[in-house]
Nanobody, 116 residues
Framework: QVQLVESGGGLVQPGGSLRLSCVAS????????MRWFRQAPGKERELVAR????????NYADSVKGRFTISRDNAKNTVYLQMNMLKPEDTAVYYC?????????WGQGTQVTVSS
């Protein structure tokens, strides 16, 4: 059974930090590109960050470049999103996504709220 389980969300003040984790099971994690998406109320889901299967290549949305870092540990079947200098506009549900050639899987999402 394929599972992606996110954790680490919560309420944080502007300028603060959070680290999201996504633990995968039920598929060959090391063969998949991993991505983090987010969806704010009333907005479309957007791609935040992407990491290649080996971890050697990362890409970011312009809105988070220099503030967010995606990483992975293939030995632990886990992908991370370190979020620093958080802004109110980062408030959203964050989703973990696994992508291979002809299939993809989604986690259930974790809420991140940035507010004073």
């Amino acid at each position: 059974q394929v599972q992606l389980v996110e954790s680490g969300g919560g309420l944080v003040q502007p300028g603060g930090s959070l680290r999201l984790s996504c633990v995968a099971s039920g598929f060959r994690f090391s063969s998949y590109v991993m991505r983090w998406f987010r969806q704010a109320p009333g907005k479309e889901r957007e791609l935040v960050a992407r990491i290649s299967s080996t971890g050697g290549t990362t890409n970011y949305a312009d809105s988070v470049k220099g503030r967010f870092t995606i990483s992975r540990d293939n030995a632990k079947n886990t992908v991370y999103l370190q979020m620093n200098m958080l802004k109110p506009e980062d408030t959203a549900v964050y989703y973990c996504n696994a992508l291979a050639m002809n299939r993809q899987y989604w986690g259930q999402g974790t809420q991140v709220t940035v507010s004073s």
